[in-house]
């Protein structure tokens, strides 16, 4: 067995690495740890397929990876693994390989049973410990390692990788065989156990309610701190929990709360009735624990690590990394847990490194123990943590009092005895309050109390202490030079063996710059004119509650009032409304925002229907209408646009939409209502499915002839016309979906598709193939690029640019550069539903274009509308005086091709004539 590895970073690079290792012609399999999305990762696959048709592919994408002892991120690691004495790998996803009552059928597979799987699992859609389960149940024997695709640490969705094939759900499995197959796997973990053993009493998969039939949550705040809440579970990453199954310990790493906010998530299941106690780990025990790997001949290393262990271990990551896999040349990634049989045992492991080895032959042990000692180490939490412990174990009391000198250079740390007089001080303490410990201990902490400090507070406290309860609260104090500042502070009552109060303990952590910065964010959501919360408090508040409704009332023709009266007469008239806005929502359960200008805002302040939310704006409304305001003797009647937006995330949006809308229909007793209706699914709908069809090359191109009329000597021209084809297989056209395209990145993507395929057919066919551009195309830099290059590339084209929605231009000269522009490479103009607007005659000046395409409402109504009739021959006769030719478009009948031709029309376009096709047939 032969190892190689290789970074990707480019198909040159890679496909000079197969050649130099002449790989074309071996067999074996290839290892990918992808940190790049599918759409990147998709050719690189494709390439390894094609050159190495005779490599089994397999592996995920990760949070990180790992190239002969370096650490990576947003890269592809591969290793070629190359088989010499007869090892057989099939690589399967596990769902082809699953009978319907979820069992796996291991028989679908040929030869002997495997002796190594190396899985990859989705965690996103299938749970890996039942993975797992059916997976050792089908196969006892088989030696499982492997990882739990991650996705760069943005916790949305992974995906696995078989051949060249990207599974987004689901797992797949490389299974390998052989007589002379030889392996070795070994986990690293490195925490150990702390505090008092629990047992869950109530969980389900990897969700956990309660332990020793306390909430779990509870636990947490009890033994880690309070400060739980905050950051979640980043700031408990180091205190994972630890299960004991049989001669093993399993860590447990929490990812989140459950969807209840009762629970806590973790990544890998935990059952009832396990034994489970927090565990914790300084970075130096961790290192001491992985030892470092020898080189050996003839062997594959790959590494599992875990994404949470390098969150840890943060830059000391790569030392841990280095041992593993410098000498061995191993490659690996960091992946959002591990899979490592451990006795016999398959289990889903967190925060640890898993190695694999594989020979053909017999393996030999090579790996040393590091001599380096680790040091001790310890955070806020693990004092939290030993406290309450003291509490219950009476032996731990010493253990916290150690703990305080290492938190002394982050932490405000005291003592008092039972009265509450001070006995110690730490240097942190002194620090701060610019206090001396002589002058500190012998008193009480009313030498640094603030004197704006409420009595009530102290009194709270002290019967809290005094009852033998933790107190924590945030305290405003006052330096020795007279300064304030806040500290975050939690007291705990010490007692002795006989339950008597011997002392407190207080921890503070200076939070003044919290403080400070809170309260400057609470000032910028305040209006300063009118005192009401701004629009930034309002986002906020909608985020933060449950309410989907909001309404926006704005003065109508108030910038004429302003204008008039002038600014200060303005301002006073919008504080006057904020006071009867408040006066008016003050027993309706409404809050009042001022959102800009003469502009304010409504919200419930619990849920409400839209219809009852709607009556009480509108009662509103007619009160403050209902009498003048006064300034300086000065009556000004005011009159309020409406908008409500009704919405359980847009709900802002739509209301300031939906006002804009009432402020311009000059709507004066009604009010308009925006919701999430039809419209905005199709949006996104379509979107979507014009997205896929881009990426899959699911964009179509039909033709439909353009015929010249009667005996015109004219040659026959075809419009290339844009379909997709849905993923059910129904091909649309572009009516559909194109005006809501027009907004977004992808109508310059599909006029680029198009204008490719139209010079393509011309060559293809050698003949005349028009194509749509609208004046947004006109100004997109990247496609007027592509358009040069593809008529310079391509000078045998015919190509004939249909310029659509005229009146919308507002630039005439960058429209008259563009039509010099692509003149000089040959191609030529037209006006495209000419006769459709109110000032298409002025085109015909600036443009000068080659064709007038008239439009399709005209030539419909010509053969029943004289008026129709009248216009369509006025336009044949213009543009004959400016030797322009004519286009008549929607021709659906013989009678109106008789008329055309009549009226002298140069070409007709139309289903008469021949509908849209996707080849041309001459």
Known sequence: ???????????????????????????????????????????????????????????????????????????????????????????????????????????????????????????????????????????????????????????????????????????????????????????????????????????????????????????????????????????????????????????????????????????????????????????????ASTPEFEPQPNVCTLTFACAARRSFLRGRMSEEVERVAAKTSAIGGFFYGEFSTIEGKTELLNLSTTVLQLSEEPLKRSCKKTTQQSLPNSTQALANLASKASLEHEELLFSLQQHQRALSKSSIISVTNSMGVITYVNKKFEQVSGYGANELIGNTHSVIRHPKMKDRVFQQLWRTITAKKRWQGLLRNRRKDGSSYYVKTVIYPITDASGEIKEFVSIRNDVTDIVTARKAIQKHNIDTLTQLPNRAKLSRDLERTPVDCVAILDVKNFKVLNDYWGVNHGDFIIKAIAERLRSCCMNDSLKVYHINGAAFALRPLKPISTEAFRSQVLRIKDALELSDIVIDEHHHAINFSIGIGASSKRALAYAESAAIEAKNEHFITSIIIKTEDAQANNFYFWLEEVRLALQEERVLPYFQEVAAVAENPLPNKYEALARIQLRNGEVVSPGVFLNYLKKTRYYPQLTRLMVGFAVRQSILSRCPISVNLASQDILNRKTVNYITDALQGNPEAKIIFEMTETESIKDFNAMNRFIHHIRSFGAKVAIDDFGSGYSNFVYLVEMKPDYIKIDGSIIKSICTNKNSLHVARSIVDLARGLNIKTIAEFVCDKETLVTLTEIGIDYAQGYFIAEPKAEITR
């Open 1 to 287: 067995m032969q190892q190689l590895t290789h970074r990707f970073v480019s198909n040159e690079q890679l496909t000079s690495f197969i050649d130099r290792h002449r790989l074309r012609n071996e067999r074996g399999m290839v290892q990918v740890a992808s940190g790049v999305n599918e759409e990147q990762i998709a050719p690189i696959l494709k390439r390894l397929r094609r050159l190495l048709p005779e490599f089994s592919i397999i592996g995920s994408s990760t949070c990180g990876e790992i190239v002969q002892g370096q650490c990576y991120s947003n890269s592809v690691a591969l290793q070629f693994c190359l088989f010499n004495k007869g090892t057989e790998v099939v690589v399967t996803p596990l769902d082809e390989m699953t009978t319907q009552e979820g069992e796996l059928n291991l028989s679908l597979l040929s030869g002997a049973s495997p002796k190594v799987a190396i899985i990859y699992v989705n965690a996103f859609s299938v749970n890996p410990d039942k993975v797992i389960e059916h997976l050792s149940a089908a196969n006892p024997g088989c030696c499982v390692a492997g990882g739990v695709a991650a996705d760069n640490g943005q916790f949305q969705s992974a995906y696995t990788i078989a051949g060249d094939r990207i599974l987004k759900a689901g797992s797949v499995c490389a299974f390998l065989y052989g007589e002379n197959l030889h392996f070795s796997v070994d986990s690293y973990q490195g925490w150990r156990p702390i505090g008092k053993t629990f047992t869950v009493t109530k969980a389900a998969g990897n969700h956990v309610y309660e332990l020793d039939r306390k909430p779990i949550l509870t636990v947490y705040q009890e033994y880690i701190g309070e400060h739980i809440a905050e950051q979640f579970p980043r700031n408990v990453i180091e205190f994972p929990l630890m299960i004991r199954r049989r001669e093993c310990f399993v860590l447990r790493a929490p990812i989140g709360y459950t969807h209840c906010q009762s629970g806590i998530k973790y990544a890998g299941t935990v059952k009832e009735g396990d034994k489970v106690s927090f565990s914790f780990a300084d970075v130096s025990a961790i290192l």
